[in-house]
């Protein structure tokens, strides 16, 4: 036999429902965590960017002191084949060898000198600015016809 009875629904727990966010809010917010995504991924390559631009001026860097030392190298190089190009020996074996000049025969040189003069600087202003132009050469001109004058005795004034 059957029994009906009767059966007590005593109710389950109920869990508590999760409260829902406007879907603007949630929209802000995946917004703003892409917008800081974005900006995390732009400065990485600003980073990147940098380092690479400082390896590359670093390098262009090595690379002109390598060129700046090879250039002073090939200087002092040169510097050397200059002083040996002006002593006197090499000028008087490329101009009897090259040039076909002999040397001068003794007796037929003619040595130039210019008397020393000593400048009298006097005390008073005017008449040491005076004493200063006249000891100063007027240039090249004026002192070699003075010479010229002296050794044919002409007046060259």
Do not use: H
């Not at 949630?26 to 390559?45: D, I, P, T």
């Not at 000028?91 to 037929?108: C, D, H, S, Y």
Request: proline share 9%; glycine share 6%; with cysteine.
């Amino acid at each position: 036999m059957i029994l009906a009875r009767e059966q007590v629904a005593r109710p389950l727990p109920q869990q508590p429902q999760p409260l829902r966010r406007p879907r603007r809010a949630v929209r802000a917010e995946r917004l703003k965590l892409s917008g800081m995504v974005l900006l995390a991924f732009l400065c990485g390559v600003t980073v990147v960017l940098c380092q690479a631009r400082m390896a590359y001026v670093g390098y262009r860097l090595q690379e002109f002191q390598k060129e700046l030392a090879a250039a002073r190298m090939e200087n002092e190089a040169l510097a050397g084949t200059v002083d040996r190009l002006l002593s006197a020996d090499e000028i008087e074996r490329v101009a009897v060898q090259k040039l076909g000049m002999v040397p001068p025969a003794p007796g037929t040189q003619l040595e130039v000198s210019l008397p020393a003069r000593q400048p009298v600087i006097p005390t008073v202003p005017a008449a040491r600015e005076k004493a200063v132009k006249e000891a100063r050469p007027d240039g090249l001109l004026p002192a070699l016809l003075g010479l010229l004058a002296d050794r044919w005795g002409g007046s060259a004034r």
